[in-house]
T-cell receptor
């Protein structure tokens, strides 16, 4: 089975801190995604990547950046955390480049910014 | 922007009753996917529909894709407590962009 691992289940940070959320997948998937999940809003796409060193903005990229130096790892960076970035962050991967198949999600990181 | 609207937001049923959640898009979708998220868990892929008017079944779950490929539904017959969770639809719009609905949270009274 595909395994998508997020480095932390819970994280508490202070306003203004730089925050790194790490995601690793073990099935050689080409595509990786970062979503945030908020009650009543569903899952909203922050950034995605179809290849190493490649990134594309999703629907809500403001305040975030990403890094994909290796195929298996996709990092989400909050340059200066703010309280409105308190949320559940979900990483996902899928197999085929150029074609969107089912997503495999990690367990999520619940980030609280105080 | 592109939107996928899902209703209802919440549904509470007695065990054994049926349940339906609906998904509507402002634009034509190439495919639609459905996911289930158990309480405290992460979304898990259920199914993908591709063809106009397509109907697929998984045991007590029936998935439909509208003729115009702008709407979809998930129907659960005779709910069981294991069906508890939030159900999301996700439409593929344009080039490889998956847009999720807001989800329907299903709770069940045993």
């Amino acid at each position: 089975d595909v395994k998508v691992t997020q480095s932390s289940r819970y994280l508490v940070k202070r306003t203004g801190e730089k925050v790194f959320l790490e995601c690793v997948q073990d099935m050689d998937h080409e595509n990786m995604f970062w979503y945030r999940q908020d009650p009543g809003l569903g899952l909203r796409l922050i950034y995605f990547s179809y290849d190493v060193k490649m990134k594309e903005k999703g629907d809500i990229p403001e305040g975030y950046s990403v890094s994909r130096e290796k195929k298996e790892r996709f990092s989400l960076i909050l340059e200066s955390a703010s309280t409105n970035q308190t949320s559940m962050y979900l990483c996902a991967s899928s197999l085929f480049p150029g074609r969107l198949e089912k997503l495999f999600f990690g367990s999520g990181t619940q980030l609280s910014v105080l | 922007g592109q939107q996928v609207m899902q209703i209802p937001q919440y549904q509470h049923v007695q065990e054994g009753e049926d349940f339906t959640t609906y998904c509507n898009s402002s634009t034509t979708l190439s495919n639609i996917q459905w996911y289930k998220q158990r309480p405290g868990g992460h979304p898990v892929f259920l199914i993908q529909l591709v063809k106009s008017g397509e109907v697929k079944k998984q045991k007590r779950l029936t998935f439909q894709f509208g003729e115009a490929k702008k709407n979809s539904s998930l129907h659960i017959t005779a709910t069981q407590t294991t069906d508890v969770g939030t159900y999301f639809c996700a439409g593929i719009q344009g080039a490889q962009k998956l847009v999720f609905g807001q989800g329907t949270r299903l709770t069940i009274n045993p």
